[in-house]
């Protein structure tokens, strides 16, 4: 009888070994949901320790693809926790052939699917000294997010509210930058003092790496990294932290809702279809995981000409489209002025700056919103 393909999936994952434990990744037991599809392609989740050489996920792919009959490999990687670690140590000793857990088959086309089985998640902590802690998001990269975050948490701190800003998009750090400080924060009592700038207490990667340095990590680094900014910095009793998000729905911002109970989350987004698509995708993420979305805010929404015309540039209604799609308050847009620019690279928020403007004005009023729910 011929072999099966599962059958010569099995065998290849066998010759995998994992120079920690000394054994191959099926018999240390960090293969994990197995699963194919009947035109060839396979997907998996290999469980890594912090000790283990992240070359295993690539020798894991590669051995997969040599294997006849296969199409396509995705391998996705999580943390090994201690105990499993232990008792896949355990398991090697025993010199037991657990064989790799498998689960459902991927979906295949014109096949009817089964419900999908809820996955455990860590339990999020509440951080009660943390006020309301509201993510910012988008969907892609380049619609202002970061500009936004800044000047929502410095126009609550001019109206009297204690307010921390966490800058979580550890792939592009740029809070430091946007709030004048580039200074690293001292450390007491083993505890991260994070600097103030602009009546918010602030804390980024940006201040603990060199501004030319990449981060070049994993998720459950990014996962401890986002936990030490909660845990390990002296934040003081806030009413708010915000926490300034990557684009996208990646290690960040799972990391972040498993880690901490969040009040709500704000969406930002262009007028452009590309952009709103990308941030209802954001949002969507959100609503899976419980956290509330707090509403929507368009960002570059016009520009107005020195004849006091406003002209669409990137086009017009995007905002209001997905806060009804996603049945939440549009919280307001913001037209396109060079001083929003400006004061994001000379580190003044344009709520500090040109306090008169219509961009800072219309982020002052969605503070006020933010604040009054």
Do not use: C
Request: proline letters at 9%; glycine letters at 10%; a negative charge.
């Amino acid at each position: 009888m011929a072999e099966t393909l599962p059958a010569r999936i099995d065998r290849a994952l066998y010759s995998v070994r994992n120079a920690r434990t000394g054994t191959d990744v099926v018999r240390g037991e960090q293969v994990r949901d197995v699963a194919t599809t009947t035109d060839g392609r396979v997907k998996l989740t290999l469980l890594l320790a912090d000790a283990d050489d992240p070359t295993l996920a690539r020798e894991v792919r590669q051995a997969l693809e040599a294997v006849e009959g296969v199409v396509a490999v995705r391998v996705d990687v999580q943390p090994l926790s201690g105990a499993a670690e232990a008792g896949s140590t355990a398991s090697s000793a025993a010199g037991g052939q657990p064989g790799p857990k498998r689960r459902d088959p991927l979906p295949v086309m014109g096949q009817p699917q089964s419900a999908a089985k809820p996955v455990a998640a860590p339990t999020p902590m509440a951080f009660p000294a943390l006020g309301r802690i509201i993510a910012v998001s988008s969907g892609k990269g380049g619609v202002g997010k970061s500009t936004v975050t800044v000047n929502l948490a410095v126009a609550l701190a001019k109206l009297g509210r204690h307010v921390g800003l966490l800058d979580a998009d550890i792939y592009g750090p740029d809070i430091p930058r946007m709030m004048g400080i580039m200074v690293a924060p001292p450390v007491e009592n083993e505890k991260i003092v994070p600097p103030e700038a602009h009546g918010v207490k602030l804390m980024s990667l940006g201040f603990l790496i060199e501004h030319d340095q990449p981060a070049i990590w994993r998720g459950p680094i990014v996962m401890k990294i986002i936990n030490q900014f909660l845990r390990d910095v002296r934040w003081g009793r806030l009413d708010y932290l915000f926490v300034d998000m990557p684009p996208g729905t990646g290690d960040a911002q799972l990391s972040l809702v498993q880690a901490a109970q969040l009040a709500g989350a704000i969406i930002v987004t262009t007028p452009q279809e590309v952009a709103v698509g990308d941030a209802l995708r954001g949002a969507k993420m959100f609503e899976r995981v419980g956290v509330p979305i707090l509403g929507v805010v368009e960002n570059m929404s016009w520009w107005e000409s020195p004849d006091g015309r406003r002209l669409p540039i990137f086009g017009s209604g995007g905002g209001a489209r997905l806060a009804l799609e996603l049945g939440v308050p549009l919280l307001g847009e913001i037209p396109l002025h060079q001083p929003v620019r400006e004061g994001g690279d000379s580190g003044t928020p344009v709520v500090v700056s040109a306090p008169e403007s219509a961009p800072a004005m219309a982020l002052a009023s969605i503070a006020e919103r933010v604040d009054s729910t």
